[in-house]
């Protein structure tokens, strides 16, 4: 009778320290259905891809680099962008580059990202 008592003392103190609780049911198989498989090296997990945050600014072409495919432009503050006026190059899609010339008047919207702008439209005023 001891030896049996000691049996269960023992038992006890092991799923204690399992943490198993013996009137609580097993939620292993629960848990993986909704966790999924999360094994392995999670070092490389992609993060969501920042959204570009859009700004509008008005100025003038100062210098076009087709090469670069960039315009420069001297602008106004840009109250998004929380920049002074100033005079930039920033990228631009081929047919954008082609629809202005130096010392045109222009609006443009831009696509921030990472404190860099490129823009996204420009008409001349």
């Known amino acids: 009778m001891k030896s049996l008592s000691i049996l269960a003392l023992g038992s006890a ?3 204690a320290a399992c943490g198993q609780n013996a009137d609580k049911p097993d939620n292993t198989a629960e848990a993986s259905a909704t966790m999924g498989d999360m094994s392995g090296d999670m070092g490389n997990m992609a993060m969501p891809a920042e959204t570009a945050k859009v700004a509008k600014g008005t100025g003038t072409v100062k210098a076009i680099d087709e090469t670069a495919g960039t315009i ?9 962008a929380n920049w002074p006026a100033m005079t ?7 047919a954008l580059i082609d629809s202005v010339a130096v010392g045109d008047k222009v609006a443009f919207d831009l696509a921030l990202k ?3 702008g490129e823009v996204t439209a420009i008409q001349k005023q």
Do not use: C, R, S, Y
Request: aromatic share 4%; net charge negative.
């Open 114 to 116: 990472d404190g860099i």
């Open 72 to 80: 420069t432009l001297e602008h106004g503050p840009i109250a998004e």
């Open 88 to 94: 930039m190059a920033f990228k631009a899609a081929p």
């Open 13 to 15: 103190v092991l799923l």
